[in-house]
């Protein structure tokens, strides 16, 4: 049985006292949660990370992750974070690849290939995001887009390194717009990524990757989205800064 996944990205939101505060609150909310398969992924700016590795410590069925890191190890990238640092003070996961990442700072496959694996190497677990533009979709080219950034950022991993990713579908069109991605559509892309996983390292292998769909994910739509068969979860953005609304959408899982 694979796990059900609901993640937050904040985003660049939040100073370090309002990050916590939301923190004890998201905390209050769900400690006493059903956790039977079911985890929470707070990936919050660099600034709270610390304080959140602290925060959650002694729940079990709440992690904390980073939204970005650097393909290196260490050196002289000034203003840059590494795997090798957010791993060392106990954060166990990573985005790569937001489609705000591509979009405004250049991230391409060949990059995130990079960062994938330095994570890896350094037992983060990255949360690896794909999806495509309007006019991609448009024009029917979402399948193979999709294809192609998971096929070059991820398929030269060993099965037992893609036992490690979590892949996150988000429709670009979809982020921050108000404009979800019907059941079905979140349904077909799923199930399609899932078969090209399976293609490569096989049924068993894919039927264990959690598949998290984002993209204006609120409480009143995550039910019908997470009750399709291919959908274990969610990466929430916008809705992820209200406890109660993050509250929901877990509980929806
Ligand atoms: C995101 O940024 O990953 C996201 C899904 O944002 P939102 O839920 O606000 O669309």
Redesign the pocket.
Known sequence: MRQTIIAA?W?MHKTLEEGLELAVAIKAHLQSAPTTDKIAILCTPYIHLFHMVETFREVDHIHVGAQNCHQELQGAYTGEISPQQLSAMGVPYV?LG???RRQYFGEDEALLKAKVDQALAQELQPIF?CGEPLEVRETDGHKALVKKQVEEALFHLSAEQIGEIVI?Y?PVW?????KVASPEQAQEMHAHIRQLVADHYGTATADKLSILY?????PNNAADIFQQPDVDG???????LKAEDFTAIYQAG
Do not use: Y
């Not at 979809?174 to 108000?178: D, K, N, P, R, V």
């Not at 984002?214 to 609120?218: E, N």
């Not at 969610?234 to 992820?240: C, K, P, R």
């Open positions: 990205n985003k985005i937001h489609s705000e995001c996150a988000e979809a982020i921050g717009t108000g984002g993209g204006s994910v609120k969610g990466l929430i953005g916008g809705a992820s």
